[in-house]
C-alpha cells in the first residue's frame, strides 16, 4: 500500500511539472508573439518603390495613432499620414540615418531610400493628426477637427499663423480653426515685424492689442494677408501700402479702429483689397483716406472711411455694401481728372457723404446704385450735387429690386431710369439726397 502511495506522488509531482513547463513555453510563444507579430515581410514591389536591395528583406511594424497594427491605415479609416520625423528604419533597433521613408496616401505606398542592411526593421508610425508649430513647440490636431485652442501670452502684440488658417478669440484663448499640415504660428510685437515673417501661403494676423506703427507697412505682389484688428485701434504714423491680396477685418463685434496721420493713408494695389467691420479714419488735411491705384477690386462692406477725400485714385473697380464713406472737406468718392474707374457699386444702406460732392466721376466710369425699397443707397452733397459725373463717357445706372435701369448704353452720361422708376433729391438738414423711389 505505501508503494503504490508513493507512486501515486510521484505521478502527480510528474504532471505539475509537465503542467508547469506547459505554462512556462505559452507565455514566452505569446510573448514571442507579441514581440514579433507586428513584423511582416513585404514582397509587393508596388507597396516598395524606393532603393532596396531585396523587397523581401524588409520587416515593417505599423503604428497607427501610437497603437500597434498588422496594416497601413486604409483611405476608409481617415485621412492618416505617416510622421516621417518618428518613422524610420534600422538593425538590431538602432537608426540608420541613411534611410528614408514616405508614404503615398492616395495610392497607399511606401517608399524607401537607402535601405541596403539585411533584416532591415522599419517602425512605420501613422496619425490622424497633424503637428503645429507655435514659438517652435509641436503641437497635435486631429485632421477631423482641424482646430487647436491655446492660452494666450501676455507679451506680444500679434499672433499669426501660414497656411490659411482663420483665429478667433473665445474664452480668454485664441482659437485656430482649418488647420492644415505643416502649419506654423508665433507671436509678433509689431506689425512690421509680423510682416518680415509672412511666406508665401496666406497668413492671417491676429491683433491682441492696440498698436502704434510709425513706419509704412508695405504687402508685395506674392503675398495674400488678413490682419484682424480684433476691436482693437491702431495709429499708423505711415501708410500700408498693398500690392499683394490685403484684407482688414474685425472678427470682434466692435469695430478695428486705423487712425492714419498720412495722406493716402491706404493704397489699394492692382489686385484686391477688402475692409471688413473696420473704421478707417484720416487725419491729415489732404488726399484721400484710401487711394486705389487701378485696383482688380476694392471692397468695404460694414465699415466707415472717413477723410479729407474718401476714397479716390486713378481708376479700378469699387464695391461698397452696407458701410459709410465720408469725405470732410472734399468728395466721398472720386476718380482722378485723367483716369476713370471702371465701376462703382454702391449696396444696400451705405451712405455717401461729401462736403462737395457724394461722388464725382472725371473721365468715364459706371456708378451703379443697388438696393430694395427700403434698404437704398444714400449719396449726399453737403454744398454741391450728390453725384457730378463730368464727362459724358460716365453712366450712372439704378438697379431696384432685381433690375438694373437701363434701356440702352448710348455712353452719353445718361441717368438711365426704367419701369417706372424715378430719381428724386430731397434737402434734408441742408443736405441733398439721392434716392430712387
Given at each position: 500500500m505505501k508503494l503504490e502511495k508513493f507512486k501515486e506522488e510521484k505521478k502527480k509531482q510528474k504532471s505539475i511539472i509537465l503542467f508547469t513547463i506547459a505554462c512556462v513555453l505559452?507565455?514566452?510563444?505569446?510573448?514571442?508573439?507579441?514581440?514579433?507579430?507586428?513584423?511582416?515581410?513585404?514582397?509587393?514591389?508596388?507597396?516598395?518603390?524606393?532603393?532596396v536591395s531585396d523587397p523581401g528583406d524588409i520587416y515593417f511594424a505599423f503604428y497607427k495613432n501610437g497603437e500597434i497594427t498588422k496594416e497601413i491605415p486604409s483611405s476608409e479609416e481617415g485621412n492618416f499620414f505617416l510622421d516621417e520625423n518618428a518613422s524610420y528604419c534600422g538593425?538590431?533597433?538602432?537608426?540608420?540615418?541613411?534611410?528614408?521613408?514616405?508614404?503615398?496616401?492616395?495610392?497607399?505606398?511606401?517608399?524607401?531610400?537607402g535601405a541596403?542592411?539585411?533584416?532591415?526593421?522599419?517602425?512605420?508610425?501613422?496619425?490622424?493628426?497633424?503637428?503645429v508649430k507655435i514659438d517652435e513647440e509641436q503641437k497635435e490636431v486631429k485632421v477631423s477637427d482641424g482646430t487647436l485652442s491655446l492660452d494666450k501670452k501676455t507679451d506680444g502684440k500679434i499672433f499669426m499663423c501660414n497656411n490659411g488658417v482663420n483665429i478667433k478669440e473665445e474664452n480668454s484663448q485664441i482659437k485656430i480653426e482649418n488647420i492644415t499640415k505643416d502649419t506654423k504660428c508665433n507671436?509678433?510685437?509689431?506689425?512690421?515685424?509680423?510682416?518680415?515673417?509672412?511666406?508665401?501661403?496666406?497668413?492671417?494676423?491676429?491683433?491682441?492689442?492696440?498698436?502704434?506703427?510709425?513706419?509704412?507697412?508695405?504687402?508685395?505682389?506674392?503675398?495674400?494677408?488678413?490682419?484682424?484688428?480684433?476691436?482693437?485701434?491702431?495709429?499708423?504714423?505711415?501708410?500700408?501700402?498693398?500690392?499683394?491680396?490685403?484684407?482688414?477685418?474685425s472678427s470682434n463685434q466692435n469695430k478695428g479702429n486705423l487712425n492714419f496721420q498720412v495722406t493716402a493713408?491706404?493704397?489699394?494695389?492692382?489686385?484686391?483689397?477688402y475692409i471688413k467691420n473696420c473704421k478707417l479714419t484720416s487725419n491729415i488735411y489732404s488726399g484721400s483716406t484710401i487711394y486705389m491705384k487701378d485696383s482688380l477690386l476694392l471692397k468695404i462692406e460694414n465699415s466707415e472711411i472717413i477723410?479729407?477725400?474718401?476714397?479716390?485714385?486713378?481708376?479700378?473697380?469699387?464695391?461698397?455694401?452696407?458701410?459709410?464713406?465720408?469725405?470732410?472737406?472734399?468728395?466721398?468718392?472720386?476718380?482722378?481728372?485723367?483716369?476713370?474707374?471702371?465701376?462703382?457699386?454702391?449696396?444696400?444702406?451705405?451712405?455717401?457723404?461729401?462736403?462737395e460732392n457724394g461722388i464725382a466721376l472725371y473721365s468715364g466710369g459706371n456708378v451703379i446704385l443697388d438696393g430694395d425699397e427700403k434698404n437704398y443707397p444714400t449719396i449726399t452733397g453737403s454744398i454741391g450735387t450728390a453725384i457730378y459725373l463730368s464727362f459724358t463717357s460716365s453712366n450712372l445706372y439704378f438697379k431696384y429690386g432685381e433690375t438694373y435701369g437701363i434701356e440702352e448704353n448710348t455712353n452719353e452720361g445718361t441717368t438711365y431710369l426704367r419701369n417706372g422708376a424715378t430719381l428724386k433729391e430731397v434737402i434734408e438738414d441742408g443736405k441733398t439726397h439721392t434716392y430712387l423711389e
Open positions: 505559452l507565455i514566452t510563444g505569446v510573448l514571442i508573439y507579441k514581440t514579433f507579430a507586428s513584423f511582416q515581410v513585404i514582397e509587393n514591389e508596388d507597396m516598395i518603390n524606393g532603393d538593425v538590431l533597433e538602432t537608426k540608420d540615418e541613411n534611410i528614408k521613408l514616405s508614404f503615398n496616401s492616395e495610392t497607399r505606398d511606401i517608399t524607401i531610400t541596403h542592411t539585411t533584416h532591415t526593421k522599419c517602425y512605420l508610425y501613422f496619425r490622424d493628426q497633424y503637428h507671436y509678433y510685437n509689431t506689425s512690421s515685424e509680423a510682416l518680415q515673417a509672412v511666406d508665401n501661403t496666406p497668413n492671417y494676423m491676429f491683433f491682441l492689442a492696440d498698436e502704434t506703427a510709425n513706419n509704412s507697412l508695405e504687402i508685395s505682389d506674392e503675398k495674400e494677408i488678413t490682419m484682424d484688428i480684433n476691436g482693437h485701434t491702431n495709429e499708423y504714423n505711415g501708410r500700408i501700402d498693398n500690392e499683394g491680396n490685403l484684407t482688414i477685418c493713408s491706404l493704397i489699394a494695389g492692382p489686385k484686391k483689397t477723410g479729407f477725400y474718401g476714397v479716390g485714385g486713378n481708376g479700378g473697380n469699387l464695391f461698397v455694401d452696407n458701410s459709410k464713406i465720408e469725405a470732410t472737406e472734399k468728395r466721398a468718392i472720386q476718380a482722378n481728372a485723367s483716369t476713370n474707374f471702371s465701376n462703382v457699386i454702391i449696396k444696400n444702406k451705405s451712405v455717401i457723404i461729401g462736403k
